[in-house]
Nanobody, 123 residues
């Protein structure tokens, strides 16, 4: 099994920035790609960004392109989501996810999920 723990969620003003972290433990050799999803109140969970563990190729939702950057630190088994120019509509619980196949696989159907971290953007 793979265990994912997110951190970094907080209250931030619109236009500000913050960085989320997700540390993976357990059978991390199973991980091919990792990503972030978010779920706002009353809405379905949606894809935000993903990155493959080896080459670093990435994918982003249109709503965050140019504002969010996903990166990974392989020795630390950690993936980050740098968020800048945040907006009130970015308010959500952000979930870390990991997959055994590809970036597209993580985007479509992750194999592992974290518990989530709350991000609140005030206007």
């Amino acid at each position: 099994q793979v265990h994912l723990v997110e951190s970094g969620g907080e209250l931030v003003q619109a236009g500000g920035s913050l960085r989320l972290s997700c540390a993976a433990s357990g059978q991390t050799f199973r991980i091919y790609a990792m990503g972030w999803f978010r779920q706002a109140p009353g809405k379905e969970r949606e894809f935000v960004a993903a990155i493959d563990w080896s080459g670093g190729s990435t994918a982003y939702a249109d709503s965050v392109k140019g504002r969010f950057t996903i990166s990974r630190d392989r020795p630390k088994n950690t993936v980050y989501l740098q968020m800048i120019s945040v907006k009130p509509e970015d308010t959500a619980v952000y979930y870390c996810a990991a997959g055994r196949t590809s970036v597209a696989g993580v985007r479509a159907a992750p194999d592992y999920w974290g518990q989530g971290t709350q991000v609140t953007v005030s206007s």
